[in-house]
Antibody, heavy 119, light 106 residues
Framework: EVKLVESGGGLVQPGRSLKLSCAAS????????MGWVRQAPGKGLEWIGE????????NYTPSLKDKFTISRDNAQNTLYLQMSKLGSEDTAIYYC????????????WGQGVMVTVSS | IMLTQSPATLSVTPGESISLSCRAS??????LHWYQQKPNESPRVLIK???QSISGIPSRFSGSGSGTDFTLNINRVEPEDFSVYYC?????????FGAGTKLELK
């Protein structure tokens, strides 16, 4: 069974950093692109970015490129999202998701982790 | 690439057949996917590459379109279909989602 489990969320003060993790199981992690999507409370989905199988290609939505960093550890079957200079606009549920290849859809999603930026 | 979904909200009764629209700001071939999101759940893919079915998704869901205009059809809406529907393009980075269409009970 494919499972994606996000962790590392919570309450963080404005201007601080936070690192999210996504633990993958039930499939060969090395064979898939992985991505992050977020959803602010009551709002729609926002594509954050994605990373290819060997981390040689990483793409971001332009507005987040200087704040967020996506990485992965294939030995640990884990995807990461490093977030810096957080503001209230970054309050959202953060989902990790799997894609078979470049240009592919997300076929499995994690349950999401809530990040709240507030003083 | 911007994706414009319409309508924002659609009120229907179970048994009706409906169409949801997604329009791209430039041609994306058939690199367009549809997702359903129920309250407090993660999204799930319904249709890939504009019109290709997904294993395990009921056959009442179908998609069509290419280029800039796409449609998600639901043949005879069931009670469990009331949720939000998003389109997403994977033609060029950054991949983007539409704002969603909320399907609600009339």
């Amino acid at each position: 069974e494919v499972k994606l489990v996000e962790s590392g969320g919570g309450l963080v003060q404005p201007g601080r950093s936070l690192k999210l993790s996504c633990a993958a199981s039930g499939f060969n992690f090395n064979d898939y692109w992985m991505g992050w999507v977020r959803q602010a409370p009551g709002k729609g989905l926002e594509w954050i970015g994605e990373i290819n199988k060997d981390s040689s290609t990483i793409n971001y939505t332009p507005s987040l490129k200087d704040k967020f960093t996506i990485s992965r550890d294939n030995a640990q079957n884990t995807l990461y999202l490093q977030m810096s200079k957080l503001g209230s606009e970054d309050t959202a549920i953060y989902y990790c998701a799997r894609a078979l290849s470049k240009g592919n859809y997300f076929d499995y999603w994690g349950q999401g982790v809530m990040v709240t930026v507030s003083s | 690439i911007m994706l414009t979904q319409s309508p924002a909200t659609l009120s229907v009764t179970p048994g009706e057949s409906i169409s949801l629209s997604c329009r791209a700001s430039q041609s994306i071939s058939t690199n367009l996917h549809w997702y359903q999101q129920k309250p407090n759940e993660s999204p799930r893919v319904l249709i890939k590459y504009a019109s290709q079915s997904i294993s395990g998704i009921p056959s009442r869901f179908s998609g069509s379109g290419s280029g800039t205009d796409f449609t998600l059809n639901i043949n005879r809406v069931e009670p469990e279909d009331f949720s939000v529907y998003y389109c997403q393009q994977s033609n060029s980075w950054p991949y983007t989602f539409g704002a969603g269409t909320k399907l609600e009970l009339k």
